[in-house]
């Protein structure tokens, strides 16, 4: 990159470091249905995408872990593409997760990010230079969707992340990755396929039941099965609805009608293997 007094270059990732060791324990978000969801919690040096429509809550989602993990002690890097840095820390306090706090003392790390302004390997060297110099554990990509306007082709959008991912991986970063599916209900399609890349899938979605639109989160896919809570056979059925500032449990099921087309309801009754849902109070 050609800046004023010279020329910048951004060198590739260093290679993986075989003697690393990295602690296996579950990472509590803080939330106990969504940990018991995740089979007890996510893993240190594993990837997590979170998909869903625009205003479903998978920033909220991300800064639930970022919440936790700074009320641990841990730093936090936090790069936005979509929202400036006053809005998401305003959003965040709304839900009930003030970090304006942690910004003050340094422990969280914003960068908010204009895609125009971003070269090739830029990117990659924002996240190692918080991850070495600052000693971040939890990094959040927000979103590849922004991110994706910055690269040329979708392939080098791949390239990018892999190299990124097995950096961060290898060294016990918690990572997660924000991709915005077009559309808000019914059929949905993603701009770019990042699923074989991350370690667990998180899929939101709207759905509508009893007259209100509802959220519901499914878990697709977490490749660390030793650590599951439930049943890997019932993993489709694990269902979880819930607004963003208060939720009750509630015995819920589907009526037939498809659940990822955004149609699901709730009935009152629950047969034998059908799920708990936790339906909202406003």
């Known amino acids: 990159m050609i800046e004023n007094g010279g020329v910048r270059v951004f060198p590739r990732l260093p290679s993986v470091e075989p003697h690393r060791q990295i602690p296996n324990n579950p990472i509590s978000s803080g939330i106990a ?32 872990y970022v919440s936790a993990g700074l009320k641990r ?18 959003r965040a306090k709304s839900i009930g997760m003030d970090v304006t706090p942690f910004v003050e003392t340094g422990t969280l790390h914003i960068e ?7 070269s090739l390997g830029e990117f990659s060297a924002r996240v190692r230079s918080a991850v070495e110099e600052h000693g ?8 590849l969707t922004g991110y994706l306007n910055a690269m040329p082709e979708e392939q080098f959008l791949v390239l990018q992340m892999h190299e990124l991912l097995t950096y961060l991986n290898d060294r016990g970063i918690l990572t997660f990755l924000i ?10 399609s993603s701009p770019v396929d990042m699923t074989y890349l991350s370690d667990t899938v998180v899929l939101l979605r709207f759905f509508e039941a009893q007259g209100r639109i ?47 087309r955004g149609c699901r309801s709730l009935s009152s009754e629950r047969p034998r293997g059908q799920c708990t849902a936790v339906a909202s109070t406003s």
């Open 214 to 260: 509802r959220r519901a989160i499914s878990i697709l896919k977490k490749r660390d099965r030793a650590t599951r809570g439930y049943d890997s056979r019932t993993q489709d059925r694990q269902r979880r609805c819930a607004c963003r500032r208060t939720a009750r449990p509630v015995q819920g099921r589907a009526d037939g009608r498809s659940h990822l």
């Open 112 to 118: 908010q990010i204009d895609p125009a302004d971003l």
């Open 136 to 143: 971040v554990q939890v990094v959040v990509i927000d979103s």
């Open 33 to 64: 249905e969504l940990d018991r969801l995740l089979g007890g919690g996510l893993n240190r040096g594993t990837s997590t995408l979170v998909i869903g429509p625009s205003g479903v809550g998978k920033s909220s989602l991300a800064l639930t």
């Open 179 to 188: 991709l915005a599916q077009h559309g808000m209900v019914g059929s949905m």
């Open 73 to 90: 002690g841990e730093h936090a890097l936090v790069i936005s593409f979509d929202e400036t840095k006053n809005i998401l820390l305003t």
